[in-house]
C-alpha cells in the first residue's frame, strides 16, 4: 500500500501569516517588507487521470508596499476541462469552517496557464487552484510555477512537482443489480443482453442469494465456475473466461472509500499481487471489503473496493482502480 501519513504543522506555521487577508486585521510580522508567497499541495494519494491535485498558494506584501494584482499557475502539462483557480480567498474560522471571500473575477485558462486578476484591494490573499489531470499526463511528470504580482512591480514564484502521474484508472460508485455482468477492462456493468454481445469482456457475474445452511449472499463469479456458484444463472457457453479473485475482508483505500485516511492502493500495489493461486470466484462479501482480482488474459490487475453491501438484499455499490500490466 501507499502511506502517505505526515505533519504539515511546519508548513502551516511557516506560511500561516499569508493566509489571512487584510480585511481580517492582517499584520505583517516584523522583518517582512516585499512580497512573499508559500504553496502547500492538499490532496494526497496516487494522481489518477480524471482526478486532480489541489493547491493552496498564498502570498502576502506588507500594506504600506501596496496591493495584490494578479495570481497565476503554469503547469508543464496543460490540465483538462475544469481545471481552475479559484477567485476567493479563503480562511477558516474559530469553528473550523472555510470561509470564502471573493478577491477577483474567475480565473481564465490558456494551455497551461490559469490566471486570476485581483478586483479588490487587499495585500494577503490564498487561492485554491484545482488542476484536473488530463491523458496526456499518464504515466508522466507534471510539475506547477506558481506566481504573483503586487502593485509595486514586485513579483515572486513558487514550484511545485514534479508529480508522477499513475498509469492506472479509477471509478468510483458502481452500482450493481443482481445477476448483472462485469467488465474490469471496461470498468462498467453489462446487463444478461448486452453481455450475450460482448462475452470475450465479461470477467464475472454479481449475484445475491440467501441459502440454506451456506453464507453465499453477495458474490462475484466467474463464467466459467462450477454451476454451484451460479444458482439460477444459466451461462452460454460463449462465455469463457476464468477471471481469478481474492477477497479481503478489512481493506480501505482513502481514494475509493473517502471516509479512510492515510492509505492508498497504487500501481505498484496492483503490480506486485499475485492472485494466481485464487479461486475464480468469491462469495459473502461484506460492506468496506474487497477483491483483488486478474483477468483471464492477465492484461489487468484490479483492486475493488466495497462501498455499500445490504446484508438483507440484493444489490451494491463498488469503487475500483484498475491498471494495464500486459
Known amino acids: ?40 499541495k492538499r490532496s494526497l494519494g496516487p494522481n ?3 482526478g486532480q491535485i489541489e493547491f493552496a498558494y498564498a502570498m502576502a506584501l506588507p500594506r504600506e508596499k501596496g496591493r495584490l494584482v494578479s495570481a497565476r499557475v503554469q503547469a508543464s502539462i496543460s490540465g483538462a476541462e475544469g481545471t481552475y483557480m479559484e ?17 477577483g473575477s474567475p480565473s481564465e485558462t490558456n494551455g497551461g496557464v490559469t490566471e486570476v486578476h485581483f478586483t479588490v484591494d487587499t495585500c494577503a490573499s490564498t487561492l485554491r487552484y ?43 460508485d458502481i452500482e450493481l443489480k443482481n445477476n448483472t455482468y462485469f467488465s474490469i477492462e471496461d470498468m462498467r456493468t453489462y446487463t444478461p443482453a448486452e ?23 453477495h458474490a462475484f463469479v466467474s463464467p466459467t465456475a462450477d454451476k454451484d456458484y451460479l444458482p439460477g444463472v444459466t451461462v452460454p457457453e460463449s462465455f469463457t473466461n476464468s477471471t481469478k479473485m481474492m477477497r479481503v475482508y478489512a481493506s480501505a483505500d482513502q481514494q475509493l472509500a473517502r471516509n479512510e485516511f492515510g492509505v492508498f492502493v497504487d ?60
Open 48 to 50: 489518477v487521470v480524471g
Open 1 to 40: 500500500m501507499y502511506f502517505k501519513n505526515f505533519s504539515i504543522l511546519s508548513v502551516i506555521c511557516l506560511a500561516s501569516f499569508l493566509f489571512v487577508s487584510c480585511s481580517d486585521e492582517y499584520e505583517v510580522p516584523d522583518g517582512v517588507t516585499k512580497l512573499t508567497n508559500d504553496c502547500i
Open 130 to 172: 484545482y488542476y484536473i489531470i488530463p491523458e496526456e499526463a499518464r504515466g508522466r511528470e507534471v510539475s506547477f510555477t506558481f506566481s504573483a504580482e503586487s502593485s509595486n512591480g514586485q513579483a515572486v514564484n513558487y514550484k511545485m512537482g514534479p508529480y508522477k502521474i499513475s498509469n492506472m484508472d479509477m471509478k468510483l
Open 267 to 326: 500501481d505498484v500495489d496492483l503490480q506486485q499481487i499475485d492472485v494466481s493461486n485464487s479461486p475464480i470466484f468469491v462469495i459473502n462479501m461484506v460492506e468496506t471489503g474487497g477483491i483483488w482480482a486478474e483477468t483471464a488474459d492477465g492484461r489487468y490487475k484490479a483492486y475493488i473496493y466495497i462501498n455499500s453491501a445490504p446484508e438483507t438484499r440484493a444489490g451494491m455499490t463498488v469503487s475500483m482502480k484498475r491498471l494495464k500490466v500486459r
Open 195 to 217: 453481455a450475450a454481445q460482448h462475452p470475450e469482456k465479461i470477467d464475472f457475474i454479481y449475484l445475491f442469494r440467501q441459502m440454506r445452511g451456506v453464507k453465499f449472499l
Open 87 to 103: 477567485h476567493r480567498s479563503y480562511h477558516t474560522d474559530d469553528v473550523g469552517t472555510d470561509v470564502g471571500v471573493e478577491i
